[in-house]
């Protein structure tokens, strides 16, 4: 049975309550910043976990955008909803005739970003039939278009993002045990909103300024009350977001986000 082995030391928390525009001044988040601090500026290969809605492509941005290649193009590729021949077509490219419709040439997201950062979200849904070149990606840093027997040389970054346990796919024989391990040079893990409350007000002023403007922050009131704290935000950050967004739509001011929360329930 494949069990990575986690390390027992205590991870050093940032002083920073933010890493771009990243937010946070829970202990859970101040060692995710530390993570991000460390190593965005290097050339390892970062895996992203956590639920849905935890922040894991913008995490992602943040670390290319502190990053030498900041200069260069970030791709998302999003495994999940892209078709199993598509998948293929968009990470190696193809050549005119490879399959019906390829009636050109086409780049794939590894020659593109060439100098950059290629963000492979929902890697656990890659197929894996295409595990194997993934892998050699990482090791050789070559790509072969879909229909082409020649090899071209990539000079990108890896980041990659999940919602699923890897090492349980492992087990179940979904996922390369050798893949992973190269994809998880570092990892870090979004933390739940449910299990860093104190983050909320912080979040909410945050998404406030950046949604409806520089002042919007003060007109929010009641951000400590306990309907935020004791909600168990299935959505996380982006509920969150959400909840800022349709408040500053109500006519009334102060905007009361609990109040938002509990009208969102009754609707």
Not at 54 to 69: D, F, L, N, Q, Y
Not at 187 to 202: A, G
Not at 238 to 267: C, M, Q, W
Request: charge should be neutral; charged fraction near 30%.
């Amino acid at each position: 049975v494949f069990s990575p082995q986690k390390g027992a030391r205590a991870l050093e928390r940032s002083a920073a309550e933010s890493f771009g525009r990243v937010v946070g001044r829970s202990d859970a988040m101040r060692r995710v910043f530390h993570l991000a601090e460390t190593y965005a500026p290097t050339e390892a290969t970062v895996m992203i976990t956590g639920e849905t809605g935890t922040g894991k492509e913008v995490m992602a941005r943040e670390i290319h955008a502190h990053s030498p290649r900041r200069g260069g193009p970030f791709l998302v590729i999003d495994c999940a909803a892209l078709s199993r021949e598509l998948v293929e077509s968009e990470l190696f490219g193809h050549v005119k005739g490879a399959f019906t419709g390829a009636a050109a040439d086409r780049v794939g997201a590894f020659e593109a970003a060439q100098g950059g950062t290629v963000f492979l979200d929902e890697i656990g849904d890659l197929p894996a039939d295409l595990q194997p070149k993934l892998l050699r990606v990482l090791e050789n840093r070559e790509v072969r278009r879909v229909g082409s027997n020649d090899v071209r040389r990539v000079d990108v970054r890896i980041l990659c993002a999940t919602n699923k346990r890897l090492d349980e796919e492992v087990n179940a024989g979904r996922f390369r045990e050798d893949l992973f391990y190269r994809l998880s040079v570092v990892v870090i893990e979004m933390p739940p909103l449910r299990e860093r409350p104190e983050d909320v007000p912080l979040l909410a002023r945050a998404f406030a300024r950046n949604l409806h403007g520089e002042d919007a922050p003060g007109a929010l009131a009641g951000l400590d009350a306990p309907a935020l704290r004791r909600h168990a935000w299935p959505g996380n950050v982006r509920e969150l977001r959400n909840l800022v967004d349709r408040a500053f739509y109500a006519p009334a001011r102060p905007v009361d986000l609990a109040a938002a929360l509990a009208a969102g329930r009754l609707g």
